[in-house]
């Protein structure tokens, strides 16, 4: 079983429609991090989260730590919006991130 | 400012090959990370340096792959005897300091296939 797991694997959605992407994880972390990978491009980090909630725009990310378990939600999704986005978290002491496998998320017009 | 550069963008090599990757981070950014991502999964860890010491390298798959920093700035990832096995693209990322709660940037990756 791995560390991070990611659900849907990929997603369809209609231009407008409200979007949420799921992460669970089965260790002690120290952050949990979202980031969004465009196809042939880097890796941008959109939020990183030990607790509570944040948004940015039209993008929110939560986490619950006693569940183990975080949540990224787009309104009033875009096409713009279509990449993959991936789930990675700090394990415990360590200091580098330990990644889901992406959620390939497409907006249609 | 500049963000995190690696060379080349794309490398192909045969089987057996000696092929070098680097990686520029964004200036002042004390640690470094490498990454490898195959198609369709997340990337995983291979190596981290704070500073010139390599602090981490649990993740290093085994001893054909090496990775130096001798400075405290620029990396190079080394590996020998290339397999096609090896074939993904190695991501690099840097971070103010190597903090449990540190936002990473990353670069945009060098694509190696292996023949």
């Known amino acids: 079983k791995n560390e991070v797991e990611q659900s849907p694997q990929n997603l369809t959605a209609q231009e407008g429609e409200f979007i949420t992407i799921n992460c669970s994880y089965s260790v002690g972390i120290s952050a949990l991090h979202w980031l969004q990978q465009h196809p042939g491009g880097g890796i941008v980090s959109l939020f990183m989260l030990s607790s509570g909630k944040k948004k940015h725009g039209r993008l929110i990310a939560t986490i619950n730590i006693q569940e183990k378990h975080s949540s990224l939600h787009i309104t009033a999704s875009h096409p713009r919006d279509s990449a993959v986005y991936i789930c990675?978290?700090?394990?415990?002491?360590?200091?580098?991130?330990?990644f889901g496998s992406g959620t390939q998320l497409t907006v249609l017009p | 400012g500049a963000g995190v550069s690696q060379t080349p963008s794309n490398k192909v090599t045969e089987k057996g090959k000696y092929v070098e990757l680097r990686c520029d981070p964004i200036?002042?950014?004390?640690?470094l990370y490498w990454y490898r991502q195959s198609l369709g999964q997340g990337p995983e860890f291979l190596i981290y340096f704070q500073g010139t010491g390599a602090a981490d390298d649990s993740g290093l798959p085994n001893d054909r792959f090496f990775a130096v920093r001798p400075e405290g700035s620029v990396s190079t990832l080394k590996i020998q005897r290339t397999e096609r096995g090896d074939s993904a693209v190695y991501l690099c990322a840097s971070s103010l300091v190597a903090g449990r709660a540190e936002t990473q940037y990353f670069g945009p990756g060098t694509r190696l296939l292996v023949l």
């Open positions: 990675a978290v700090t394990p415990g002491s360590a200091r580098q991130l330990t």
């Open positions: 200036s002042g950014h004390t640690a």
